[in-house]
């Protein structure tokens, strides 16, 4: 991992937040890089999941929403961590998790804040920071952030930042239904920033208080709802290993038991994968049943019932939610693209993108910077800049550049060289093998879409 966060601090993918000011804890920035990789994931799974299926729609619902719709969905019964202090350092911890390094996930799960203080008193478990033995009671700990929405600062006036992106989807069924005259089964995807003030942050950008979210609501009828709920699962699979190109043997699926259940899930998966800190949750696909429109019906007073244009029925559609952390999965397309190897005599470091997942497609290197070959290089960059991102790049050896360019992960690296001016050809140099082959400047381009699968 301290690889993985150098190597991104380094080359421009991630730096972490306001480091002028001395940081803010766990806070990341995408640098010019890492922004790339990060909309390549967000393209993929809108195209994958939204823009290829006709059972599917987007929306792009507020960050604020009336804080009604959080009583209604029960995060602000629900939606809190157990909270411990140490006595002696005042350190802050989840009393989960620590329970969770000791007996694992099964053994911790579900349990209430009475028993996980006793579990953590009978086990003796020390403190990570002080190694004293000696905490408070577990409390519960609510883990939406609160704003003020105008200028006046009092109850009234109170907003939570949403701490998932579903409930955008949910508020708009009707709008959505309505609009689109989807019929069951449909679903709404979206992608955006959800915030939780999470006791324990960490793990570079594993877990952080600002994320980003893909999630997808699918209304089903009730009598369909595990048959849809398996197809999504294999659809999540291919998504992991076809799309992203992810090796299938770091990924596992884990099923919550009842205790772990979330407060509107009957049945609900993650898919974990392989960090180098332990598995952890990447995704995950929960059956919320028709719970979420039901309480929003309740609590708005609107209807939100579906007509079956066939029986003439009217129903409260059921919900399966496929959902996706972004910055998990930018963290994975990292870790499984870092590789080491060796250039010659030298070590070499090189990220291993898929093409479509890269965040530069070719960089574009004029051999020495004079004799015209500047002059060809930034012709063949301007022509290539439409249709690709790509980088035009003279600064340094030609042997620094590849370098460079292997650790941003770029797939080719097309250099103008003294032939060039004579033939009209540039070699390409693939990013894997290092190998070099000459071909025709006005067939760069058509090389690079069948690359790219374009
Ligand atoms: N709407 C359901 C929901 O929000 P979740 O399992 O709490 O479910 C979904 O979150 C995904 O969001 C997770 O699988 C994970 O990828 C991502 N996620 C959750 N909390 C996160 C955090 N603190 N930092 C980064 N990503 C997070």
Redesign the pocket.
């Given at each position: 991992m301290e690889k993985i966060v150098s190597l991104c601090k380094r080359r421009g993918f991630i730096f972490p937040g306001s480091e002028i000011y001395g940081g803010l804890a766990n806070t990341w920035d995408y640098g010019p890089y890492g922004v790339e990789l990060k909309n390549n994931v967000k393209k993929l799974w809108w195209k994958y999941f939204v823009q290829d299926r006709e059972d599917m729609v987007g929306v792009d619902a507020s960050i604020l929403m009336n804080p009604r719709v959080w009583e209604a969905s029960g995060h602000i019964t629900s939606f809190s961590d157990p909270l411990m202090d140490c006595k002696k350092c005042h350190e802050r911890v989840r009393g989960d998790k620590l329970l969770e390094e000791k007996l694992g996930i099964e053994g911790v799960a579900g349990k209430s804040l009475k028993q996980i203080s006793e579990l953590v008193k009978t086990h003796k478990i020390q403190c990570p920071k002080c190694q004293a033995i000696d905490w408070t009671e577990a409390r519960s700990f609510n883990l939406m952030f609160k704003t003020y929405q105008g200028v006046i600062e009092d109850a009234a006036a109170m907003v939570y930042l949403r701490?998932?992106?579903?409930q955008g989807i949910f508020v708009n069924f009707k709008n959505v239904q309505q609009t689109t005259r989807k019929r069951l089964p449909f679903g709404i995807g979206q992608i955006g920033k959800?915030f939780?003030n999470?006791i324990t942050?960490g793990n570079f950008?594993?877990?952080?208080?600002e994320?980003?979210?893909m999630?997808i609501e699918y209304f089903v009828a009730e009598k369909d709802w595990k048959k849809i709920y398996d197809t999504w699962r294999e659809e999540m699979n291919k998504f992991f290993v076809q799309e992203l190109g992810f090796k299938k043997e770091n990924m596992r699926w884990r099923q919550h038991d009842k205790e772990e259940l979330?407060h509107y899930s009957k049945e609900t998966w993650?898919?974990e994968y392989q960090f180098p800190f332990s598995w952890g949750?990447?995704?995950?696909i929960?059956y919320r049943t028709d719970f979420d429109l039901k309480q929003h019906e309740k609590f708005s007073g609107e209807k939100l019932e579906y007509l079956d244009p066939e029986t003439n029925e009217k129903l409260v559609p059921h919900c399966i939610?496929p959902?996706?952390?972004?910055?998990?999965?930018v963290l994975v397309a990292l870790l499984e693209a870092y590789d080491e190897d060796s250039a010659g005599d030298e070590k070499r470091i090189v990220m291993r993108f898929p093409p479509k997942l890269a965040p530069v497609k070719a960089a574009i290197l004029p051999l020495i910077k004079k004799e015209k070959l500047p002059e060809v290089a930034r012709k063949m960059f301007e022509n290539l800049k439409k249709h690709f991102v790509v980088e035009y790049d003279d600064s340094g050896s030609i042997g620094k550049r590849y370098r460079r360019h292997d650790e941003l992960g770029t797939p080719f690296c097309f250099t103008v060289d003294f032939q060039t001016v004579e033939d009209e050809t540039v070699t390409v140099r693939d990013r894997d093998s290092m190998k070099q082959e000459r071909i025709k400047i006005s067939d760069v381009s058509e090389f690079l879409k069948e690359k790219l699968g374009i």
């Open positions: 701490p998932e992106t579903a959800a939780r999470e942050p950008t594993f877990r952080t208080r994320f980003e979210q999630e979330s993650d898919v949750e990447l995704w995950g929960a939610e959902t996706f952390g972004v910055d998990r999965t």
